[in-house]
């Protein structure tokens, strides 16, 4: 009974490297989400995607690229990484809109770019 | 200026004591008000979930919205050490129907033995 589980936990990277955190869930739900957590700024959503196949640019989502190939994956990637990208990510999925179902989130990932 | 608020706290109170947590917001258009609890190292958990106006209980926990005032709580009776956590506000509008939620920053409270 994982649900949403985060991988790597916790990374530190160099300025222009580049790298992809995977978000796998196993509740067969259709939508999933990547968001970034700030101190002071609260969950800011980066893409999402409302099946597979699909995906869709949130409110940051700038220096940041997803791809959902298969439904229970929703990786997000830093193709050239930044200091300001310094932040803990969190995934999330739903079965649906937000009318009918809550998100349900992992553990985050703990990212460094020095 | 940010659609929602929310004190960052933190809100320290004695064990036993009822705690009161609020967020205020600006877009009317929200219907779908939620509290999410989250614990240090560790993603959110979704504590109460309201449509539209009105209460709803919950055990010990106790949300409230009211609409006219644009402004929504959350209370927790019976507090315990095992309920410091930070909490967060989330709310979402039926334009949305993807699931676009919109987050205050949390409040932080810690529960002393």
């Known amino acids: 009974n994982a649900g949403v589980t985060q991988t790597p936990k916790f990374r530190v990277l160099k300025t222009g490297q580049s790298m992809t955190l995977l978000c796998a869930q196993d509740?067969?739900?259709?939508?999933m989400y990547w968001y970034r957590q700030d101190p002071g700024m609260g969950l800011r959503l980066i893409h999402y995607s409302v099946g597979e196949g699909t995906t869709a640019k949130g409110e940051v989502p700038d220096g940041y690229n997803v791809s959902r190939l298969k439904k229970q994956n929703f990786l997000l990637g830093l193709e050239s990484a930044a200091p300001s990208q310094t932040s803990v990510y969190f995934c999330a999925s739903s079965y649906g809109d937000i009318s009918n179902q809550p998100q349900h989130f992992g553990d985050g990932t703990r990212l460094s770019i020095l | 200026q940010k659609e929602v608020e929310q004190d960052p706290g933190p809100l320290s109170v004695p064990e036993g004591a009822i705690v009161s947590l609020n967020c205020t917001y600006s877009?009317?258009?929200?219907?779908?008000f939620m509290w999410y609890r989250q614990y240090s190292r560790k993603g959110p958990e979704l504590l109460m979930y309201t449509y539209s106006s009105g209460n709803k209980e919950d055990g010990r926990f106790t949300a409230q919205v009211d609409k006219s005032s644009k402004y929504i709580s959350l209370f927790i009776r019976d507090s315990q050490p095992s309920d410091s956590a930070t909490y967060l506000c989330a709310m979402s509008a039926p334009t949305d129907s993807w699931g676009k939620l919109q987050f205050g920053a949390g409040t932080q409270v810690v529960v002393t033995p």
């Open positions: 877009n009317s258009a929200f219907q779908y």
């Open positions: 509740m067969n739900h259709e939508y």
